[in-house]
């Protein structure tokens, strides 16, 4: 007789597939640890955040905090950082910015503490300066002191040139943090004609980077920058700005998107959070930024190592042929373009899994093993589906795949209750199938007299 082990892990995992069916979110948040899917939960049923822009901000904040400190090593010249682009992405009203706030919360903390103290030693520097070589001896300073470097990790609103001079100043790495992205991208043409944009496609790669503009005194050299990117954006405004150079350059294809299934208004309720959730959050990002990063005898960052154990690695290779071949079949190369980015992410998606087991005590951070390898391959699966998405709303198809499977399973000619009856079937309910007619009805579906016609020739792909 076959017995089924019921594990801890297992419960926990049932409860999260649970669980986001109820809050209609397809984040597997299972890759997290339990403290964190905690705080995740909560902060969905206290203050309404949806967990994809809960989830997806915390990936950036740990990803922001390991920095320049960890590196994966796939193979012998092949490191992996763990830099990130992420756009949470949905209607206005739809609670995108909260959740980025409160998850960043933390690093804003610290870094205006980090401003204090660089303030005061500004002023400092500038009443010595005030002086003379032989005052500065008398009152025993150096007669050519350093000026103070203001640490940091978010920045906002920032020129190339700025976030040049805060990459060299924060060896560590830094995240952009933009509440509106469309303002970022508006940026690139505010000073030069397209140079900020591959300022950035190069810096997602976190390699060497040289500053040597004609005028320009204050060149930097720069072996070795971290950035992290992340903000907000509405759906029309998101295919506005990944129009023209954008869509063909492999810009749009760096970056991840958060967007959740279910894009409407949530009320509110009066259901408060405990303060113990947001200590935890600040302990994990504490932990993250007592870090120590080593350097070299020149200043060179020298990130610690971490590797795949041997079964993880097998996992990961097996993946990649599948994936290989899935490429290989496909033949839009604009889909080619999306799939082969994730080559790139799971890696770094790895990384972030398994410093947040440290982070937790639920795990090392030295060897990568085949549970976070597992799990990041859940994460590629939610991110290939939004960047599918996207797609899709470039091409002026603006359904989720969810809507889309649905209306492919309607019937050509349907009252509502016939789709209704088929909905249900899809685990639909009412109210959110009537929301789906009415936006079908804008393109996809004619209506007359409650009933409807499918319009075959806008059906999408």
């Known amino acids: 007789m076959n017995e089924t082990r019921i594990t801890a892990k297992g419960i926990m995992e049932d409860a999260d597939k649970l669980i986001n069916q109820v809050c209609k979110s397809q984040f597997p948040v299972e890759i997290f640890p339990t403290m964190i899917r905690k705080i995740i939960w909560k902060m969905k049923e206290a203050l309404t955040y949806p967990v994809d822009y809960t989830a997806s901000s915390m990936l950036v904040a740990i990803a922001v905090g390991i920095g320049n400190t960890h590196a994966l090593k796939f193979k012998s010249e092949w490191t992996v950082k763990d830099?990130?682009?992420?756009?949470?992405?949905?209607?206005?009203?739809?609670?995108?910015?909260?959740?980025?706030?409160?998850?960043?919360?933390?690093?804003?903390?610290?870094?205006?503490?980090?401003?204090?103290?660089?303030?005061?030693?500004?002023?400092?520097?500038?009443?010595?300066?005030?002086?003379?070589?032989?005052?500065?001896?008398?009152?025993?300073?150096?007669?050519?002191?350093?000026?103070?470097?203001?640490?940091?990790?978010?920045?906002?609103?920032?020129?190339?040139?700025?976030?040049?001079?805060?990459?060299?100043?924060?060896?560590?790495?830094?995240?952009?943090?933009?509440?509106?992205?469309?303002?970022?991208?508006?940026?690139?043409?505010?000073?030069?004609?397209?140079?900020?944009?591959?300022?950035?496609i190069s810096l997602f790669n976190g390699s060497f980077y040289i500053s040597d503009r004609k005028g320009d005194t204050n060149n930097n050299c720069i072996d070795d920058p971290f950035a992290c990117i992340i903000g907000t954006i509405q759906p029309t405004i998101l295919t506005e700005m990944l129009k023209g150079s954008k869509s063909n350059n492999g810009f749009a294809e760096?970056?991840?998107?958060?967007?959740?299934?279910?894009?409407?208004?949530?009320?509110?309720?009066d259901t408060d959070m405990d303060a113990s959730y947001y200590d935890d959050w600040h302990n994990i990002i504490q932990k993250l930024i007592h870090l120590k990063i080593s350097t070299d005898e020149t200043g060179r960052v020298i990130p610690t190592t971490i590797e795949y154990e041997p079964e993880a690695k097998k996992l990961l290779l097996e993946w990649q042929r599948n994936w290989t071949d899935m490429i290989n079949e496909e033949e839009s190369d604009k889909k080619k373009g999306i799939y082969s980015k994730f080559e790139i992410f799971i890696h770094r998606f790895c990384i972030i899994i398994q410093v947040c087991k440290w982070l937790c005590n639920e795990g090392s951070a030295d060897k990568v093993d085949f549970d976070t390898v597992t799990?990041?391959?859940?994460?590629?699966?939610?991110?290939?589906?939004?960047?599918?998405?996207?797609?899709?709303?470039?091409?002026?198809?603006?359904?989720?795949?969810?809507?889309?499977?649905?209306?492919?399973?309607?019937?050509?000619?349907?009252?509502?209750?016939?789709?209704?009856?088929?909905?249900?079937?899809?685990?639909?309910?009412?109210?959110?199938?009537?929301?789906?007619?009415?936006?079908?009805?804008?393109?996809?579906?004619?209506?007359?007299?409650?009933?409807?016609?499918?319009?075959?020739?806008?059906?999408?792909?």
């Open 83 to 200: 830099i990130l682009y992420m756009a949470l992405v949905g209607r206005p009203g739809a609670n995108k910015s909260h959740p980025l706030r409160t998850v960043l919360r933390p690093y804003f903390e610290f870094d205006m503490e980090q401003y204090r103290k660089f303030s005061e030693e500004l002023n400092r520097y500038n009443k010595i300066m005030e002086m003379n070589k032989k005052e500065r001896l008398e009152q025993g300073y150096e007669t050519a002191p350093t000026s103070p470097v203001r640490k940091r990790f978010l920045v906002s609103d920032i020129t190339q040139e700025a976030m040049v001079k805060a990459l060299a100043e924060n060896r560590r790495g830094i995240c952009l943090y933009m509440d509106e992205l469309q303002a970022w991208v508006k940026n690139f043409t505010r000073y030069s004609n397209g140079s900020e944009e591959q300022f950035y």
């Open 254 to 269: 760096r970056i991840l998107f958060a967007i959740p299934e279910e894009q409407e208004k949530s009320y509110w309720n």
């Open 375 to 461: 799990k990041a391959i859940k994460l590629v699966d939610y991110y290939k589906g939004t960047a599918l998405l996207v797609n899709d709303m470039m091409n002026g198809i603006f359904l989720t795949a969810k809507q889309k499977e649905l209306l492919d399973k309607l019937p050509e000619e349907f009252s509502r209750a016939e789709g209704l009856e088929i909905a249900i079937q899809q685990e639909w309910n009412p109210s959110t199938f009537d929301r789906f007619l009415k936006k079908a009805s804008t393109k996809y579906l004619i209506h007359r007299h409650g009933h409807y016609q499918k319009a075959l020739d806008k059906m999408p792909n």
